[in-house]
Protein backbone atom coordinates (compact mmCIF):
# COMPACT_ATOMS: atom_id res chain seq x y z
CA UNK A 1 0.00 0.00 0.00
CA UNK A 2 1.32 3.47 -0.58
CA UNK A 3 1.32 6.22 1.92
CA UNK A 4 1.69 10.32 1.15
CA UNK A 5 3.15 11.84 3.81
CA UNK A 6 2.81 15.86 3.75
CA UNK A 7 4.07 18.72 5.81
CA UNK A 8 5.22 21.95 6.25
CA UNK A 9 2.59 24.74 5.51
CA UNK A 10 1.31 27.25 7.94
CA UNK A 11 0.30 31.10 7.26
CA UNK A 12 2.67 33.78 6.31
CA UNK A 13 2.08 37.36 5.29
CA UNK A 14 2.18 37.96 1.52
CA UNK A 15 5.48 38.16 -0.21
CA UNK A 16 7.08 35.59 2.10
CA UNK A 17 7.83 31.83 1.57
CA UNK A 18 6.79 28.40 2.95
CA UNK A 19 8.24 24.71 2.07
CA UNK A 20 6.32 21.42 1.45
CA UNK A 21 7.17 18.34 1.78
CA UNK A 22 5.99 14.93 0.59
CA UNK A 23 7.23 11.75 1.52
CA UNK A 24 6.62 8.34 -0.53
CA UNK A 25 6.02 4.91 1.37
CA UNK A 26 5.51 1.66 -0.39
CA UNK A 27 7.87 1.92 -3.56
CA UNK A 28 8.51 0.96 -6.19
CA UNK A 29 5.03 2.73 -6.92
CA UNK A 30 6.93 5.64 -5.37
CA UNK A 31 9.50 5.94 -8.64
CA UNK A 32 5.97 7.21 -10.57
CA UNK A 33 5.62 10.64 -11.10
CA UNK A 34 4.63 12.95 -8.28
CA UNK A 35 2.86 16.38 -7.71
CA UNK A 36 1.11 19.00 -6.13
CA UNK A 37 -2.14 19.76 -5.98
CA UNK A 38 -4.24 22.92 -4.30
CA UNK A 39 -7.71 23.06 -3.40
CA UNK A 40 -9.86 25.77 -2.02
CA UNK A 41 -13.73 25.83 -0.90
CA UNK A 42 -15.81 25.13 -3.74
CA UNK A 43 -13.22 25.05 -6.68
CA UNK A 44 -12.01 22.36 -7.93
CA UNK A 45 -8.41 20.68 -7.41
CA UNK A 46 -6.31 22.41 -9.31
CA UNK A 47 -2.12 21.52 -10.77
CA UNK A 48 0.50 23.17 -9.18
CA UNK A 49 3.70 21.26 -9.93
CA UNK A 50 4.91 17.58 -10.90
CA UNK A 51 8.14 15.79 -11.46
CA UNK A 52 8.81 12.49 -12.83
CA UNK A 53 11.49 10.40 -11.74
CA UNK A 54 14.35 11.22 -14.31
CA UNK A 55 13.35 14.57 -15.36
CA UNK A 56 12.76 18.03 -15.21
CA UNK A 57 9.71 19.66 -13.04
CA UNK A 58 6.75 21.21 -14.87
CA UNK A 59 4.88 23.70 -13.23
CA UNK A 60 1.69 25.77 -13.51
CA UNK A 61 1.82 28.85 -15.25
CA UNK A 62 0.34 30.75 -11.59
CA UNK A 63 3.30 29.37 -9.64
CA UNK A 64 5.98 29.72 -12.77
CA UNK A 65 9.14 31.63 -11.27
CA UNK A 66 7.85 31.36 -7.49
CA UNK A 67 7.47 27.86 -6.34
CA UNK A 68 10.30 25.38 -6.93
CA UNK A 69 10.02 21.41 -6.90
CA UNK A 70 12.48 19.34 -6.20
CA UNK A 71 12.69 14.94 -5.95
CA UNK A 72 15.24 13.19 -3.71
CA UNK A 73 15.01 9.53 -6.07
CA UNK A 74 16.81 7.75 -2.93
CA UNK A 75 14.02 9.19 -0.13
CA UNK A 76 11.06 9.16 -2.10
CA UNK A 77 10.18 12.57 -1.32
CA UNK A 78 9.02 15.85 -2.92
CA UNK A 79 9.47 19.66 -1.84
CA UNK A 80 7.96 22.55 -3.24
CA UNK A 81 9.69 25.60 -2.31
CA UNK A 82 7.26 28.44 -2.50
CA UNK A 83 8.31 31.85 -2.57
CA UNK A 84 6.95 35.32 -3.10
CA UNK A 85 3.47 34.29 -1.90
CA UNK A 86 0.44 35.65 -2.89
CA UNK A 87 -3.13 35.60 -0.87
CA UNK A 88 -4.37 33.80 -4.21
CA UNK A 89 -1.74 31.13 -3.06
CA UNK A 90 -4.57 30.13 -0.33
CA UNK A 91 -5.26 27.06 -0.74
CA UNK A 92 -5.07 23.12 0.74
CA UNK A 93 -2.30 21.80 -0.86
CA UNK A 94 -2.47 17.95 -1.89
CA UNK A 95 1.10 15.72 -2.80
CA UNK A 96 0.15 12.87 -5.32
CA UNK A 97 1.69 9.97 -7.01
CA UNK A 98 0.15 8.06 -9.86
CA UNK A 99 0.47 6.00 -12.91
CA UNK A 100 -0.82 7.06 -15.74
CA UNK A 101 -1.11 3.29 -17.28
CA UNK A 102 -2.94 1.68 -15.05
CA UNK A 103 -5.25 4.21 -14.15
CA UNK A 104 -3.85 4.36 -10.67
CA UNK A 105 -3.29 7.22 -7.92
CA UNK A 106 -2.60 8.27 -4.68
CA UNK A 107 -3.15 11.54 -2.58
CA UNK A 108 -1.99 12.62 0.67
CA UNK A 109 -3.88 13.88 3.52
CA UNK A 110 -3.40 17.64 2.51
CA UNK A 111 -1.86 20.46 4.19
CA UNK A 112 -3.05 24.04 4.42
CA UNK A 113 -1.09 27.50 3.37
CA UNK A 114 -2.39 30.13 4.33
CA UNK A 115 -1.02 33.69 3.21
CA UNK A 116 -2.14 37.39 4.63
CA UNK A 117 -2.34 40.07 2.31
Known amino acids: QVHLVESGGGLVQAGGSVRLSCACSGSPFCMKPMGWYRQTPGNQREYVAS???????RYADSVLGRFTLSRNNIENTIDLQMNSLKPEDTAVYYC???????????WGQGTSVGVSS
Open 96 to 106: RVWDSRSSTEY
Open 51 to 57: INFMSSP
